[in-house]
C-alpha cells in the first residue's frame, strides 16, 4: 500500500536535494523560492486528500493476462478498461482478443489459454454444472443490463402487420408481443412440416432464454431440451432455435436461413441500417434490467491468482462506472468515446454511429420509429455490475424450465449454486478498495448486509412475478416448460 503523503516527501527530497546542489553553484535558494516550492505542495497535498488517501498496491500473482471477448457494444467494460488505463493502473498488462465463437471462447478459458473472458451470463452457469460443458467457472463481476433485441425479416413483419393491422403504424405501440407472430408460424409449420426457423447465439445464452420467455408468453411452444447434453431443443418445438454467432446474424437472417434472431447490440441496429430486418422488441422490455453478460475465469485460476483477480476487477468497476458517468442534465458524458473506441477493427468493427445509437441511448425499430431508452445499455448504476445471487438463480430456473436441467432439484439447491458460482465477496472487496482510494462512493455499493438478492419483481413482457427465494414456484408458474412437485419448495 502505498499513501499519498510519500509522494509529497518525494517532492519535498527531490527540493532538498536542489538546495544541496544549489549550495555548491552559483546559484543561490531564495526565500520567494521556499515560499513557492511550500505552496506547491499544499496543492499537492489538496489534490491527494481530494483523490483519495490510500492506493492500493496488490501483491499480484500474474501480470501479463490474456482475455477474450466477442464483438458486441456490451464487451465495452474490458475494452475501456484497457484503452483507458484502468488495467495499467493496477500494474496489469493486458491483451483482449476476440474470439470466433461463444464455445471456442468458454473452452479457452477452461483450457487456461484465456485468464478470462467477456462471457454470456448463463457460461459460468451451465459450465460448473454440466450444461453443455463441464468445468466449474466463477464470475465477480456484472459487465451489464440489457442490451439485446430481437429482430424479424422484412417479410416476416409483414405477415406480423398482417394479423395485426395495428403494427402498420409508423410508431406501433410498445412492448409488441408475440401474439402477431404465432399464426405465421403455425402457417410455415403446416406448410412445411418443420418448425419455423429464428436463431440465439448459444444454448446458455440470454438470448435463448429472451427468445424463448417472448414466444412462450404468446403460446408459440420453442421447444424442450432433454438434458444437459442436448445442445438443440427441439422437442415439441414450433420455433427451432439454432446457433450462429452475433456478427453473422444479420447475413444469415438475408439469406433466408432463419426468420428472425435474438442478439446483443450492434447487430439489431446493423439490421435496420442495411434495410433487411425490424427489430421488434428488446430485453429491455422482455425482463427490464436483466443481467446479459459477466465476467468469467476458471475456479482453478480464481483461486491461484486472488489477488490478481481483485485487481481485474477493480479496473472493470472503473471502467463500469466510467460508462455510465453522466452530466447535470443526465446526458452521458463518455459515451461517444466509448462508442468510437468500440468500433474499432480490434474490438466490435461496426460504424460508429450504428454502435452510437444504443450506447448513447437510442435504438432504432424502424426509420419511422426512433425512440428513446437511455438504459438500454446499462454498465453500472442500480448495482449493475455486481454479481446478484438472485440474477444466477434466474439462469437456472430457464435451465431446468426448458430442460437443459433434465432433474427435478429442491429450493436449496438453486441458492446453493449461485453462492458457488457468483462471488459478490470478491467485488465487494475489489470496490472497497476503490473507495479507500477515492475513485468510488459508497453509494456506488449495495449496503453493508445485503444479500445478494435483488427484490421480487413483475418487469417482464408478461407480467409474471419472479422471487428468487421460491424457485420453484416461479418453474411451475409458466403455462409451458418443465413442472415441479410442490414439496421441493421446502427442501
Given at each position: 500500500?502505498?499513501?499519498?503523503?510519500?509522494?509529497?516527501?518525494?517532492?519535498?527530497g527531490?527540493?532538498?536535494?536542489?538546495?544541496?546542489?544549489?549550495?555548491?553553484?552559483?546559484?543561490?535558494?531564495?526565500?520567494?523560492?521556499?515560499?513557492?516550492?511550500?505552496?506547491?505542495?499544499?496543492?499537492?497535498?489538496g489534490?491527494?486528500?481530494?483523490?483519495?488517501?490510500?492506493?492500493?498496491?496488490?501483491?499480484?500473482?500474474?501480470?501479463?493476462?490474456?482475455?477474450?471477448?466477442?464483438?458486441l457494444?456490451?464487451?465495452?467494460?474490458?475494452?475501456?478498461?484497457?484503452?483507458?488505463?484502468?488495467?495499467?493502473?493496477?500494474?496489469?498488462?493486458?491483451?483482449?482478443?476476440?474470439?470466433?465463437?461463444?464455445?471456442?471462447?468458454?473452452?479457452?478459458?477452461?483450457?487456461?489459454?484465456?485468464?478470462?473472458?467477456?462471457?454470456?451470463?448463463?457460461?459460468?452457469?451451465?459450465?460448473?454444472?454440466?450444461?453443455?460443458?463441464?468445468?466449474?467457472?466463477?464470475?465477480?463481476y456484472?459487465?451489464?443490463?440489457?442490451?439485446?433485441?430481437?429482430?424479424?425479416?422484412?417479410?416476416?413483419?409483414?405477415?406480423?402487420?398482417?394479423?395485426?393491422?395495428?403494427?402498420?403504424?409508423?410508431?406501433?405501440?410498445?412492448?409488441?408481443?408475440?401474439?402477431?407472430?404465432?399464426?405465421?408460424?403455425?402457417?410455415?409449420?403446416?406448410?412445411?412440416?418443420?418448425?419455423?426457423?429464428?436463431?440465439?447465439?448459444?444454448?446458455?445464452s440470454?438470448?435463448?432464454?429472451?427468445?424463448?420467455?417472448?414466444?412462450?408468453?404468446?403460446?408459440?411452444?420453442?421447444?424442450?431440451?432433454?438434458?444437459?447434453?442436448?445442445?438443440?431443443?427441439?422437442?415439441?418445438?414450433?420455433?427451432?432455435?439454432?446457433?450462429?454467432?452475433?456478427?453473422q446474424?444479420?447475413?444469415?437472417?438475408?439469406?433466408?436461413?432463419?426468420?428472425?434472431?435474438?442478439?446483443?447490440?450492434?447487430?439489431?441496429?446493423?439490421a435496420?441500417?442495411?434495410?433487411?430486418?425490424?427489430?421488434?422488441?428488446?430485453?429491455?422490455?422482455?425482463?427490464?434490467?436483466?443481467?446479459?453478460?459477466?465476467?468469467?475465469v476458471?475456479?482453478?485460476?480464481?483461486?491461484?491468482?486472488?489477488?490478481?483477480?481483485?485487481?481485474v476487477?477493480?479496473?472493470?468497476?472503473?471502467?463500469?462506472?466510467?460508462?455510465?458517468?453522466?452530466?447535470?442534465?443526465?446526458?452521458?458524458?463518455?459515451?461517444?468515446?466509448?462508442?468510437?473506441?468500440?468500433?474499432?477493427?480490434?474490438?466490435?468493427?461496426?460504424?460508429?454511429?450504428?454502435?452510437?445509437?444504443?450506447?448513447t441511448?437510442?435504438?432504432?425499430?424502424?426509420?419511422?420509429?426512433?425512440?428513446?431508452?437511455?438504459?438500454?445499455?446499462?454498465f453500472?448504476?442500480?448495482?449493475?455490475?455486481?454479481?446478484?445471487?438472485?440474477?444466477?438463480?434466474?439462469?437456472?430456473?430457464?435451465?431446468?424450465?426448458?430442460?437443459?436441467?433434465?432433474?427435478?432439484?429442491?429450493?436449496?439447491?438453486?441458492?446453493?449454486?449461485?453462492?458457488?458460482?457468483?462471488?459478490?465477496?470478491?467485488?465487494?472487496?475489489?470496490?472497497?478498495?476503490?473507495?479507500?482510494?477515492?475513485?468510488?462512493?459508497?453509494?456506488?455499493?449495495?449496503?453493508?448486509?445485503?444479500?445478494?438478492?435483488?427484490?421480487?419483481?413483475?418487469?417482464?413482457?408478461?407480467?409474471?412475478?419472479?422471487?428468487?427465494?421460491?424457485?420453484?414456484?416461479?418453474?411451475?408458474s409458466?403455462?409451458?416448460?418443465?413442472?415441479?412437485?410442490a414439496?421441493?419448495?421446502?427442501?
Open positions: 500500500m502505498v499513501r499519498s503523503g510519500q509522494v509529497l516527501f518525494s517532492f519535498l527531490l527540493f532538498l536535494a536542489a538546495v544541496v546542489l544549489g549550495g555548491c553553484s552559483s546559484s543561490k535558494i531564495s526565500v520567494e523560492d521556499l515560499e513557492k516550492a511550500a505552496a506547491e505542495l499544499d496543492e499537492m497535498s489534490e491527494a486528500a481530494e483523490g483519495g488517501s490510500d492506493q492500493v498496491i496488490l501483491d499480484l500473482e500474474k501480470t501479463d493476462l490474456q482475455f477474450g471477448f466477442i464483438k457494444t456490451d464487451c465495452a467494460p474490458l475494452v475501456i478498461a484497457k484503452e483507458k488505463g484502468f488495467f495499467d493502473d493496477e500494474g496489469l498488462n493486458v491483451k483482449v482478443e476476440a474470439q470466433s465463437n461463444w464455445r471456442d471462447l468458454l473452452n479457452r478459458v477452461i483450457s487456461g489459454e484465456l485468464d478470462g473472458a467477456h462471457m454470456l451470463a448463463g457460461q459460468p452457469i451451465g459450465a460448473s454444472i454440466g450444461v453443455g460443458a463441464s468445468a466449474p467457472i466463477v464470475t465477480a456484472s459487465l451489464d443490463y440489457n442490451g439485446n433485441g430481437i429482430t424479424v425479416s422484412n417479410e416476416v413483419w409483414a405477415k406480423m402487420q398482417e394479423v395485426d393491422p395495428a403494427l402498420k403504424s409508423p410508431t406501433p405501440k410498445h412492448p409488441i408481443v408475440a401474439d402477431s407472430l404465432k399464426p405465421v408460424v403455425a402457417e410455415y409449420k403446416a406448410a412445411k412440416g418443420r418448425p419455423f426457423p429464428m436463431g440465439m447465439v448459444f444454448p446458455v440470454t438470448h435463448n432464454y429472451e427468445i424463448r420467455y417472448w414466444l412462450a408468453s404468446a403460446g408459440i411452444h420453442p421447444g424442450m431440451y432433454t438434458g444437459e447434453d442436448d445442445a438443440k431443443g427441439v422437442v415439441d418445438a414450433e420455433v427451432e432455435l439454432s446457433v450462429t454467432p452475433p456478427p446474424m444479420p447475413k444469415t437472417l438475408e439469406g433466408g436461413t432463419i426468420f428472425g434472431y435474438c442478439v446483443g447490440e450492434p447487430w439489431n441496429q446493423v435496420v441500417a442495411t434495410g433487411i430486418g425490424v427489430p421488434v422488441t428488446t430485453n429491455y422490455d422482455i425482463w427490464n434490467n436483466n443481467p446479459e453478460k459477466v465476467f468469467g476458471s475456479k482453478e485460476w480464481a483461486d491461484k491468482h486472488p489477488n490478481t483477480h481483485l485487481a476487477v477493480k479496473a472493470l468497476i472503473r471502467a463500469g462506472k466510467w460508462l455510465d458517468a453522466k452530466d447535470e442534465k443526465g446526458e452521458f458524458l463518455n459515451r461517444i468515446e466509448a462508442a468510437k473506441i468500440l468500433s474499432d477493427a480490434r474490438y466490435v468493427g461496426a460504424e460508429e454511429d450504428v454502435i452510437a445509437n444504443s450506447m441511448g437510442t435504438f432504432i425499430f424502424q426509420k419511422t420509429d426512433v425512440r428513446s431508452m437511455p438504459e438500454f445499455n446499462v453500472f448504476e442500480g448495482y449493475a455490475s455486481y454479481p446478484h445471487y438472485s440474477d444466477c438463480i434466474w439462469f437456472l430456473t430457464q435451465m431446468r424450465r426448458w430442460g437443459q436441467i433434465g432433474e427435478s432439484k429442491p429450493a436449496s439447491w438453486y441458492a446453493e449454486k449461485a453462492k458457488e458460482i457468483y462471488k459478490p465477496e470478491i467485488y465487494r472487496q475489489a470496490a472497497e478498495m476503490l473507495i479507500s482510494e477515492g475513485k468510488l462512493e459508497e453509494t456506488d455499493l449495495p449496503k453493508a448486509g445485503y444479500d445478494g438478492y435483488r427484490e421480487p419483481t413483475d418487469a417482464f413482457i408478461d407480467g409474471n412475478a419472479y422471487d428468487a427465494k421460491d424457485p420453484i414456484g416461479y418453474i411451475n409458466f403455462a409451458i416448460g418443465n413442472k415441479e412437485a414439496e421441493l419448495e421446502k427442501q
